[in-house]
Structures are given as structure tokens and as C-alpha cells.
């Protein structure tokens, strides 16, 4: 009978344990190179070599460059820290061949998959699956399915999902962001807009397809009833010439929500497949509920609120007011006061009435105020509600196009031979009883000058509304003439007076024009005394 001593009973069964352990594997991705020892792409050939293993990207790295499609064969997560993977826009950037890939806080961008599906990530295989949660998906091209992401071959048990990603910007002939040929996908609380494609969600059937509380474009089914459909690019995302704007956060590429984006606190705090963080490692929720989408918008205070529109409206005439918010990142709470977060109110709801979308239709003679509350939050995440200036709108029977220009009277002047001085005419915009001097939008004036004797004294303009009188060097008078025109309607002013130009030096104001070099002789005075200072020093000193 074999007696085993205590030592050799603990080694047994410690190997007995180990005999059931599946073998983990980490591999550090150190650099941004396309190949060689501590790349990501020779961390992924390490980890085809059999068994889960995971590949951290160090937060040090924040792009890396591809030059070709890698391939994924085995059960591996990739914590991307952030991380931005650039493709050549020559070759896809990943296929899933086996095994199961899950891709955390990465941006894909610059794959291209010239002769197939999933410009930046084809899942194919029949026992192939992925998982992205926080991803961002942009610039990525097929020729066939899913611009960003395609299930081309799988495992109707074997389902993709993507959690809280942003898809927006991608290409191909059949779900410009994400498609599904064969097998099962997922589509959690992401945004999926601006792909270009017969639609944003392309689904060969969409029996194997799940989603909830995403924010699309468009679909060629029906998704689910917590999903917010028929968005557009723009309207859900910040953008830059009419593509998704990519901007730097915390060192992490994102495409930040608009400041009216429905995806903003859309995913209530019950749904389920979200993300304590973001793509940039933000903590979720930050308000009332998840953003969807990889970016989750952190609270920015309102500093100032300006209303901007026609000051004149014809009767039964309608307009639409705007508001300039600034900073242009500040938070809107769009959720509770839809659409824009702001609240319009007329004083004289007789005279002028204002929905919450700014369209206004003029009721009756007379004039309104036009106010706006502005709902937001506080840095801390707290509510705040910030009111604009209160903007006049006259209501009247004339037509806007017989508003008038008229400015007060302009005296006459002397100026110095040599000199010149800037005037701002004093100008009023009129249409029948009333004079509008609120003229912060929607209506303005612009102003030109001439002078009958250019070589007595010019007349330029600095801006819109300053006139500079430069006088020559020659004494004598001149006739100059001011226009103020109503822009971008309107009949036009004209003043004139006088301008005389004398040769002695007693100008009313301005600045030197030419002149005769009279500082130069200043500076050399000031040289003089210096030096005779310094001859005096030198005679005590001898």
C-alpha cells in the first residue's frame, strides 16, 4: 500500500486542479508598429498559438498603424486603452477566422475591404464571434457588407454583439456601418448614422438580429421599439464638412454628441448591456441616463445665451428665432424639454406666438418680447437654467422691404493737413411707426463714403459701420458723403457735410498721416541729450 507523505498529497492535487485549468496568456503591445516584437500584430500571432489569452495596448500607445489584414484564430480580448488602429485604406484590418474576439475602447479607421465584407472587422466563420464594447468605427470601407462591421460567416449560436459603440462615416454597397449575412448579431445602445450604403443596418434576415436603444439612421427592417430611428449625422454627432468630426479627448480619438443629440441619456439606467466607462474612460452615466454611443458626454455649464432673428415681422407672416449657446460643447437637456432644450416665450402671445422649436407667427399689430430659458447642467451634474436677453419683435402692416436707414445729422469738421480721423455715424433702422434698435440679427446696415476732392481729404471705410477721413496735404474743402443701407432689405440714407483741411497743426483729433518725419526728428533729439549727458559724465570724471 503506497503512503503518501502530506507534501506529496498537496503537489497531487494541486496538479489535479491544474489538469482542469484553462491556460491564460497576456501579451503587452509597447509600440505602434505594424510588425515586429511588441506590435500588436505580433502580439494577435502569439495568441493564435492556442488557449484565451489577452492583449493589453499600454495607455502609452494611442495609434497604431497597419499595413495589413491580421487574423484572429483563438479566443482573445484586446483592451485598447483608448487606442486609435489606422488601416492603410489598401486592406481590412481584421478577420475573425475562429474563436472569439472581444475588442474593448478602441477606434478603428482606414480599413478597407476592396473585394469583400467588414471594412474594418469580417467575422468569418462558422464557429467565428466578436464583441466590441466602446468602439468607434469611422473612415472604414467594403465592397460589399458592412462598411465598419460584417457577420459574413457564422454560428447562429455564436453572436456578435457590439455594446455602446459609435458607427458613423463608413461604406459599402450594403449596411454602410454594420450588416449581417449569416450567423447572429447584437446591437446594444450604440449610435449607428452618416454610413453611406444602401442603409446604416443591413441584415440578410433579420431573425438572428437583436438590438435596443440605439440611435440609427436608417435600417432595411424594422428594429426594435426601443430604438430611435431615422436620425442623421449631424443631428446626433459633431461634424466638420458635413463628415464625423474626430477630435482628441483625454488622448483618445472620439466623435463627440452634438449638443442636441437624442443620444444623449437615451439608454435609461435599467436597460441592460451598458458600460460602467467609455471609450475614453469616462465614468457612465453622467446624467439622467447612458449615452449611447462610445463618447458619453460629460456635463458642461452654459455661459451665455443670445436670441438672434427678424426684429419685424408683416402680420400673418411667420419667422423662426434662433439662440446662440455658448460654449459650443455646453449640455442641452433635450430629453425633458425637447427638441433643443430650450423653452421660447412671447409677452404678447396676442401679438406674436413662439413654439419650442423657435417658429413664430406673427397675430396681431403691435410689438413682443421674445424670451429664452436654456436648460442644461452644472459641471457637478447639477440643473441650470440660464435666460437670454430678451429680443423686441415689432409686428405691423408694412412689408419688411420699405424698412429705412436713417442717420442723424453729421457735422462739419477741420482737420490738419496730413491727419486723419475715424467717425461712426449714428444710424437707425425704421419701418413706419417704429425704430428698431435692437439690431442683433436678422436685420443690420452696411455703410460706404465718398469724397467730392480726393486729393483734399479721402474717405474709406474701417468696418461696417466706421468711416476714416484722411486728409491730404493740400488745404481746402470737400464734400463727403455717407450711405447707410438696411441689410439685407431696405431704402437707403444719404448724409452730407463738409470736410476742411488746413495746414497748420491744430487738428481736432486723429492720427498722424505721412507726416514730415517728426518722430524721426524726436528720436533724434532724444539721441542728442543722451549723448550730451553722457560728455558731461565724462568732463567731471577727467
Known amino acids: ?72 484564430e483563438s479566443n482573445v480580448t484586446i483592451n485598447g486603452n483608448g487606442a486609435t488602429i489606422i488601416g492603410n485604406s489598401q486592406s481590412r484590418l481584421f478577420r475573425v477566422t475562429s474563436g472569439r474576439a472581444v475588442f474593448n475602447r478602441l477606434t478603428f479607421t482606414g480599413g478597407n475591404a476592396a473585394s469583400g465584407s467588414g471594412g474594418a472587422v469580417d467575422i468569418d466563420g462558422t464557429e467565428a464571434s466578436a464583441e466590441f464594447n466602446n468602439c468607434t468605427f469611422t473612415g472604414n470601407s467594403a465592397r460589399d457588407y458592412g462598411g465598419a462591421v460584417s457577420v459574413t460567416r457564422g454560428n447562429e449560436n455564436a453572436n456578435t454583439i457590439l455594446k455602446h459603440c459609435t458607427i458613423a462615416g463608413n461604406m459599402a454597397a450594403y449596411g454602410g456601418g454594420v450588416a449581417l449575412a449569416e450567423g447572429e448579431m447584437s446591437l446594444m445602445s450604440s449610435v449607428i448614422v452618416g454610413n453611406t450604403g444602401s442603409n446604416d443596418i443591413y441584415a440578410v434576415s433579420s431573425r438572428y438580429f437583436r438590438s435596443h436603444y440605439n440611435v440609427a439612421g436608417s435600417s432595411n427592417f424594422d428594429l426594435d421599439a426601443t430604438d430611435l430611428t431615422g436620425q442623421t449625422l449631424s443631428n446626433v454627432l459633431m461634424t466638420e464638412n458635413g463628415v464625423p468630426k474626430v477630435e482628441s479627448e483625454d488622448n483618445t480619438r472620439v466623435i463627440r454628441l452634438s449638443r442636441i443629440s437624442p443620444a444623449r441619456d437615451y439608454v435609461p439606467y435599467t436597460a441592460g448591456y451598458v458600460l ?41 407672416d411667420t419667422g423662426t428665432f434662433s439662440i446662440d449657446i455658448q460654449p459650443e460643447t455646453a ?28 417658429h413664430a407667427t406673427a397675430v396681431g399689430m403691435g410689438s413682443s418680447y421674445i424670451t429664452a430659458r436654456v436648460h442644461g447642467w452644472n459641471a457637478d451634474g447639477t440643473a441650470q437654467t440660464l435666460s437670454a436677453r430678451a429680443f423686441t419683435v415689432y409686428v405691423g402692416a408694412i412689408p419688411f422691404s420699405d424698412m429705412r436707414a436713417v442717420i442723424s445729422g453729421i457735422d462739419d469738421r477741420t482737420i490738419a493737413a496730413g491727419r486723419y480721423e475715424t467717425l461712426k455715424p449714428e444710424v437707425k433702422i425704421t419701418i413706419g411707426d417704429y425704430t428698431i434698435s435692437d439690431l442683433r440679427g436678422g436685420v443690420s446696415y452696411t455703410i460706404s463714403a465718398s469724397s467730392s476732392r480726393a486729393d483734399i481729404v479721402m474717405a474709406d471705410i474701417v468696418s461696417n459701420d466706421t468711416v476714416r477721413l484722411i486728409a491730404g496735404n493740400n ?68
Not at 333 to 348: A, C, M, R
Request: proline share 5%; net charge negative; hydrophobic share 40%.
Open 331 to 358: 449640455s442641452l437637456n433635450v430629453k425633458d424639454y425637447p427638441p433643443y432644450g430650450v423653452e421660447w416665450l412671447s409677452s404678447s402671445p396676442t401679438v406674436l406666438t413662439i413654439d419650442n422649436s423657435g
Open 475 to 542: 488745404a481746402g474743402s470737400a464734400d463727403v458723403t455717407v450711405t447707410a443701407t438696411p441689410y439685407p432689405l431696405g431704402q437707403s440714407m444719404t448724409e452730407r457735410f463738409t470736410v476742411t483741411v488746413t495746414d497748420n497743426g491744430g487738428s481736432n483729433g486723429g492720427g498722424n498721416v505721412g507726416g514730415s518725419g517728426g518722430g524721426c526728428e524726436s528720436f533724434g533729439a532724444l539721441l542728442a541729450g543722451i549723448g550730451a549727458i553722457a560728455f558731461a559724465v565724462i568732463r567731471r570724471k577727467d
Open 276 to 316: 460602467s466607462i467609455d471609450e475614453a474612460g469616462h465614468t457612465r452615466p453622467q446624467l439622467s441616463g447612458y449615452d449611447a454611443g462610445a463618447y458619453e458626454a460629460m456635463p458642461v455649464a452654459i455661459t451665455s445665451a443670445e436670441i438672434y432673428g427678424l426684429p419685424y415681422l408683416q402680420i400673418n
Open 1 to 72: 500500500m503506497l503512503n503518501f507523505s502530506k507534501a506529496g498529497r498537496l503537489f497531487a492535487f494541486s496538479f489535479f486542479l491544474l489538469s482542469f485549468a484553462v491556460p491564460s496568456l497576456a501579451f503587452n503591445v509597447v509600440n505602434g508598429n505594424s510588425e515586429g516584437t511588441g506590435s500588436l500584430t505580433w502580439a494577435i500571432q502569439q495568441a493564435n498559438q492556442g488557449g484565451d489569452s489577452s492583449i493589453i495596448i499600454t495607455p502609452s500607445v494611442k495609434l497604431i498603424s497597419l499595413n495589413r489584414e491580421l487574423t484572429i
